[in-house]
């Protein structure tokens, strides 16, 4: 009976202690959850720290959005070398961002879908909104100033480049052969159309430094994106960017450019428009999209041809060169593009 007794005691310890494993396993499995940002999608159920790329090359919906957007940014490069004539590069930047920001915010908001930033995550969004909104667009409101607007779209585009580097050491993305190849022959055309204004970029290194530091901090911004997720809808995300990212433009403006700020006229303000709704709030969202569906190799080298629109409408409205250079690259620009982005 004391063998039985002592027996029943011991399997009640190793039941209890076994429902004690259990419940400490799942509240470890909870607590472990409650730290991914996208524990309630899915699709990110097994990427905690980063977000994970849903194809290897833009599906339909993605070559779509890119048509429209490279539509829209290439249009931006010669807008903005208009709206630059008559307002301060900073201003105009800022005040785009800005109410590009808001702009998007209020839409959510008034379509239902949730403006709120998670507990703990802002810090996340500030830095997102740093990289991707204020150095580049700080850095290349003066770089267009300084430089022809097709050449100063060119230096800013060498950001493929910076970025399939740095995901390769910071988000572990393999450099596959395509890869490389759409990057040797996107940056092949990018340097193919830089060599006929290189000179003229030469008498002008400010310029070409504030379009490399506005790469640069394209390129982290790029892979910050994709390392550190932030749990809410893109949308939304993309208005709290540009929202923060806005903020410092404009303390900058306030010391630097208030003296010389006048009333523009009405094809600056029309400009100035564009960027808002067509370049911030649609071309933001389109672009955080195409790099949540690929990895940073592809969405970076599908931006190539975004340069390539700016330099032929750069030819059509502003009387800059075209000639075999430019044809020639657009070849090139458009092989590399297809090859990491169309199906075999």
């Given at each position: 009976?004391?063998?039985?007794?002592?027996?029943?005691?011991?399997?009640?310890?190793?039941?209890?202690?076994?429902?004690?494993?259990?419940?400490?396993?799942?509240?470890?499995?909870?607590?472990?959850?409650?730290?991914?940002?996208?524990?309630?999608?899915?699709?990110?159920?097994?990427?905690?720290?980063?977000?994970?790329?849903?194809?290897?090359?833009?599906?339909?919906?993605?070559?779509?959005?890119?048509?429209?957007?490279?539509?829209?940014?290439?249009?931006?490069?010669?807008?903005?070398?208009?709206?630059?004539?008559?307002?301060?590069?900073?201003?105009?930047?800022?005040?785009?961002?800005?109410?590009?920001?808001?702009?998007?915010?209020?839409?959510?908001?008034?379509?239902?879908?949730?403006?709120?930033?998670?507990a703990g995550q802002w810090r996340r969004v500030l830095l997102l909104g740093a990289f991707n909104l204020t150095v580049w667009n700080a850095?290349?409101?003066?770089?267009?100033?300084?430089?022809?607007?097709?050449?100063?779209?060119?230096?800013?585009?060498?950001?493929?480049?910076?970025?399939?580097?740095?995901?390769?050491?910071?988000?572990?993305?393999?450099?596959?052969?395509?890869?490389?190849?759409?990057?040797?022959?996107?940056?092949?055309?990018?340097?193919?159309?830089?060599?006929?204004?290189?000179?003229?970029?030469?008498?002008?290194?400010?310029?070409?430094?504030?379009?490399?530091?506005?790469?640069?901090?394209?390129?982290?911004?790029?892979?910050?994106?994709?390392?550190?997720?932030?749990?809410?809808?893109?949308?939304?995300?993309?208005?709290?960017?540009?929202?923060?990212?806005?903020?410092?433009?404009?303390?900058?403006?306030?010391?630097?450019?208030?003296?010389?700020?006048?009333?523009?006229?009405?094809?600056?303000?029309?400009?100035?428009?564009?960027?808002?709704?067509?370049?911030?709030?649609?071309?933001?969202?389109?672009?955080?999209?195409?790099?949540?569906?690929?990895?940073?190799?592809?969405?970076?080298?599908?931006?190539?041809?975004?340069?390539l629109i700016g330099v032929l409408l750069g030819v059509v409205f502003l009387n800059e060169d075209l000639g075999w250079r430019e044809v020639?690259?657009?070849?090139?620009?458009?092989?590399?593009?297809?090859?990491?982005?169309?199906?075999?």
């Open positions: 009976m004391s063998f039985q007794y002592a027996g029943g005691w011991q399997a009640r310890d190793q039941r209890h202690s076994s429902s004690k494993d259990v419940i400490a396993g799942n509240a470890k499995k909870l607590h472990d959850a409650s730290f991914s940002p996208f524990r309630d999608r899915p699709e990110h159920a097994g990427s905690i720290n980063m977000i994970s790329s849903h194809h290897d090359r833009l599906p339909r919906q993605g070559l779509l959005l890119l048509a429209v957007l490279s539509l829209f940014w290439g249009a931006n490069w010669p807008v903005m070398k208009m709206v630059l004539a008559e307002m301060p590069p900073l201003y105009f930047r800022s005040i785009c961002t800005l109410f590009g920001g808001l702009g998007m915010l209020l839409l959510m908001r008034a379509s239902g879908v949730s403006i709120k930033v998670p850095a290349i409101g003066f770089g267009v100033l300084l430089l022809p607007s097709g050449r100063a779209a060119l230096l800013g585009y060498t950001m493929p480049l910076w970025s399939t580097l740095l995901s390769v050491r910071f988000l572990g993305e393999r450099l596959t052969v395509r890869a490389v190849v759409s990057l040797l022959l996107g940056l092949a055309g990018i340097v193919v159309l830089t060599g006929g204004g290189a000179e003229g970029m030469l008498q002008a290194p400010l310029g070409v430094a504030c379009m490399i530091i506005a790469a640069w901090g394209w390129a982290i911004g790029v892979v910050l994106f994709k390392r550190l997720p932030v749990a809410m809808p893109v949308s939304s995300l993309t208005g709290w960017m540009m929202l923060t990212g806005s903020v410092p433009l404009l303390l900058l403006a306030i010391p630097l450019e208030t003296s010389r700020l006048t009333m523009p006229g009405f094809w600056p303000c029309f400009g100035v428009l564009y960027n808002i709704f067509a370049s911030f709030m649609f071309g933001q969202w389109a672009w955080n999209r195409i790099v949540q569906m690929v990895p940073v190799s592809v969405s970076s080298l599908s931006s190539l041809v975004i340069p020639t690259a657009s070849l090139l620009i458009l092989s590399g593009v297809g090859a990491v982005s169309l199906k075999r």
